[in-house]
């Protein structure tokens, strides 16, 4: 998987760039512009199958190609896109919440994701596995990252 994200860097980017793994649990890859460093979550690359940790390094690959100013807007999309970033798998975790555009929160603070906008109250399905309106979720629109 080294030798994949070397080879990534190696097509796409210029030698300034360094691949390496990293300690992150709430998200599976970092790209770091001060450091020009990609990194992959070593707790992540060790469940992750290896097709999705290839869309994980393109994803970040896309970050560095496309700059910092253009976030997960269009150049990136568009850039993502053209080296084979399908975008349509939701991983648990990172990559699933980092895309979500409703974050919600339950009243004893557990978070909660979704892509479109949640219609009808829904509760916290971790203090309650039944519907309990002492735990519905507040869903707030996310801004862009
Ligand atoms: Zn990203
Ligand atoms: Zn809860």
Redesign the pocket.
């Known amino acids: 998987m080294r030798q994949w994200a070397q080879a990534l860097i190696d097509l796409h980017l210029d030698a300034s760039w360094t691949f390496g793994f990293d300690n992150a649990k709430t998200r599976a890859?970092l790209?770091d512009y001060t450091r020009r460093r990609i990194s992959v979550s070593r707790h992540l690359a060790a469940r992750y199958a290896d097709d999705e940790i290839h869309q994980v390094l393109l994803?970040?690959v896309a970050?560095a190609m496309a700059g910092p100013r253009a976030a997960?807007g269009p150049l990136?999309k568009r850039t993502a896109k053209a080296l084979g970033y399908d975008g349509k798998r939701t991983h648990d975790g990172a990559i699933a919440s980092?895309f979500a555009t409703w974050i919600g929160h339950c009243p004893a603070g557990h978070v909660h994701y979704r892509y479109r906008r949640p219609t009808g109250a829904l509760a916290c399905g971790r203090c309650s596995r039944r519907f309990d309106v002492a735990h519905v979720i507040t869903w707030q629109r996310r801004s862009a990252?």
Request: some cysteine.
């Open positions: 890859g790209c994803h970040e970050h997960h990136w980092e990252p």
